[in-house]
RNA sequence: GGAGCCUUAGCUCAAUUGGUUAGAGCGCUGCCCUGUCACGGCAGAGGUUGCGGGUUCGAGUCCCGUAGGCUCCGCCA
């Protein structure tokens, strides 16, 4: 190597400096127009493409605006498109030019720059590029090599397009409710472990030996201690963690927009999100979505959808007919009946011609695998043909009859069943519902169908636990209506003031009104077979915060990626986060996470029993 | 914990019923090209068919195992 004396550097630095003007750039890719022509303008970039005709030659410019056509023109500036022959894809590069009018129908109206060009008289190459392991604009790159190259991927528009909107969500949602008197305040990363719930990530602490933090799962107890603090309105973009499996609708971190306040009720609060959802769709999409929403009790959602967070875009609705059954002679439809279940059906009109023999048999295997369901009865009606199915032979000819007459059911369509117990019957057939508008295409994809789901049951009896957990969370307020069946102990009636806001189909966020008052907390607690003891020790500081003046209470979290997800029309969460995990929590461009040596492991008192390949 | 689908050149894919030397487009390299914007032309390089084993005269293709990726069920308030 050449030594260089630190003098010459200097020099050669000044005369770089003489060369190029102070700025790396006095425009962006995206600022030029037909206003700007005969000005002299510096851009900064990466190559984009270059369209080399041995003489001139072209390069697209990009940088995070847009796009700009650069041309060197070798009569003019000899040494410098000498210079460009050399440049390559995702080099780095500023130039000097003048902006002038494209020649006469060479404009390009595909680029907003695209009645310009700029003719460079300099070029400096900030930094080569290696050859992309991928090309940029190929949408169909398979995504572990996107995930790999995140950095690359990134520069693409609509990774860029993502990640603005993102902050555009979040700006409104802090000015939204900035403007309404909420202070955005922050909330501990290492806290406790909650024992209802998902699982926890764990932080041994070195300075106390043997004892462990958690990343929460939300800040459910310090935003409700907040309002025992007497903060009155509080939101927070939180991260959130839970150690659970993944779905391309869910990561290990991700983030909440959390909202309590203290003197409000559900109405008021689900006004309030209204608001800022209506002001999040104006500003980042550009759509006026009609508020208030509508409100469905979740026995309506469950009874009319078969899920409590329905899809509304579509009809398919479930409909009873138990009555038709109440006295049949099928004896698999009769037992279920007789022990007080369910029967529902829904209509997919047209399936016929979509669903042969083996598809249905097909659809009975997947319902019985994926949903542990029993089974599920159908009935095909082909166009010009006999009802097809193995059951209708134990039908009479009345309950045909007045089966047709309930469901509306003609020729071209298919009956499913769903016969159980009321939850797993519904269930089963909402997804069924839902693979039929998806093979009937029944789903408007222009549709944005907001609704609350309100009067969730405050607890649900878990068999495998043999004991009432709560469906939302410990600290959710009963129905005062249900009160008095909360002292009978109908447990499962108890209606909680709890609410969901769903679009699409899709659960956005969910709150409750809390329990304010610690009586009434250790009473919930006790229902839930938490003893006084353990209460003491993992909700004493909640409990004795209640007992010193805590007002009324209540609040939301909304999924900010999965709103940004629809907002952006994309089919994966990962496709809003810049750095997100794959489906088995792994980064693929870090390899995080990682082994850590012994020595590491000690200081925090921990010894692996993993067991290595 | 379970189920399904996928893995062939840098990328996206093809390869008939198991049959010759595994192909194409893009990208890359070199040369040519002065108005392109998916520039064009000529030439070239590039392969342990994820990995391991088996069946077979013969395996990218069939079988078993394994790794990785995606989707879903359980799980996730």
């Not at 909360?486 to 447990?491: I, Q, T, V």
Request: hydrophobic share 40%; with cysteine; charged share 30%.
């Amino acid at each position: 190597m050449r030594c260089i004396s630190p003098l010459a550097k200097r020099a050669a630095a000044h005369k770089l400096r003489a060369l190029f003007p102070a700025m790396y750039r006095t425009k962006t890719c995206n600022d030029l127009r037909k206003d700007h022509i005969g000005q002299t303008v510096t851009l900064c970039g990466w190559v984009n493409s270059r369209r080399d005709h041995g003489g001139v030659i072209f390069i697209d410019l990009r940088d995070r605006d847009g796009l700009t056509q650069v041309v060197f023109r070798p009569e003019e500036h000899p040494q410098v498109s000498e210079a460009s022959h050399a440049l390559r894809s995702e080099d780095v590069i500023q130039i000097v030019g003048q902006v002038c009018a494209r020649l006469e129908g060479s404009g390009n109206a595909k680029l907003a720059t695209g009645d310009i060009e700029v003719i460079a008289s300099k070029l400096r190459v900030l930094n080569k590029a290696e050859v992309p392991p991928f090309p940029l604009d190929d949408p169909k790159v398979n995504e572990d090599l996107r995930l790999e190259y995140r950095y690359l991927d990134l520069r693409t528009a609509p990774m860029l397009r993502n990640l603005r909107m993102r902050h555009r969500i979040v700006k409104t949602t802090r000015d939204y409710l900035d403007e309404r008197g909420f202070l955005e305040i922050e909330t501990p990363v290492l806290s406790n472990p909650t024992p209802e719930g998902a699982r926890d990530f764990l932080v041994p602490s070195r300075l106390n030996p043997g004892t462990f933090y958690a990343l929460p799962q939300a800040p459910q107890q310090y935003k409700q201690l907040l309002q025992v603090a007497g903060l009155e309105k509080y939101f927070q973009i939180a991260r959130c963690f839970r150690d659970e499996d993944l779905r391309a609708d869910r990561q290990p971190e991700f983030t909440q927009i959390d909202v309590e306040a203290s003197f409000i009720d559900d109405v008021e609060i689900q006004t309030l999100i209204e608001g800022l959802l209506v002001r999040i769709f104006r500003e980042a999409k550009g759509v006026e979505i009609p508020a208030p929403f509508p409100r469905m009790t979740y026995a309506d959602a469950m009874n009319r959808y078969g899920s409590d967070k329905p899809d509304t875009r579509f009809g398919l609705e479930l409909v009873d007919v138990a009555d038709v059954f109440r006295d049949s002679q099928f004896k698999v439809f009769r037992t279920i009946l007789d022990g007080g279940g369910v029967l529902k059906a829904i209509n997919a009109k047209g399936a016929a011609a979509h669903l042969s023999k083996e598809q249905l048999k097909k659809w009975e295997e997947w319902v019985k695998t994926e949903f542990g369901a029993k089974g599920l009865a159908y009935i095909k009606w082909s166009v010009g043909g006999e009802w097809e199915s193995p059951i209708v032979k134990f039908f009479s000819d009345a309950e045909k009859a007045a089966l047709a007459e309930r469901m509306g059911f003609v020729e071209g369509d298919v009956l499913f069943f769903g016969a159980d117990k009321l939850e797993p019957a519904c269930e089963v057939l909402g997804r069924v519902r839902l693979r039929c508008a998806d093979l009937l295409g029944l789903v408007d994809d222009t549709k944005l169908n907001f609704l609350w789901v309100v009067d969730f049951p405050l607890l649900a009896f878990s068999p495998e636990e043999q004991k009432h957990v709560a469906v939302h969370h410990p600290f959710t307020r009963p129905n005062a209506d249900d009160v008095a069946l909360l002292e009978a102990g109908e447990y499962r009636k108890v209606r909680a003031v709890a609410y969901d806001v769903v679009l699409n189909g899709v659960e956005l966020g969910g709150g409750s009104i809390r329990i304010h008052e610690r009586a009434l907390q250790a009473k919930i607690f006790e229902v839930l077979g938490v003893g006084p003891e353990e209460q003491e020790v993992k909700f004493g500081h909640l409990l004795k915060a209640f007992s010193f003046g805590a007002p009324p209470h209540g609040g939301i979290a909304l999924g900010l990626d999965r709103l940004v997800m629809l907002i952006a029309g994309a089919s994966s969460i990962r496709e809003v986060i810049a750095f997100p995990k794959n489906n088995r929590g792994v980064d693929l461009m870090t390899h995080s996470p990682v082994e850590v040596d012994f020595k590491q492991l000690r200081e925090v008192y921990i010894q692996s029993t993993a067991k290595k390949g």
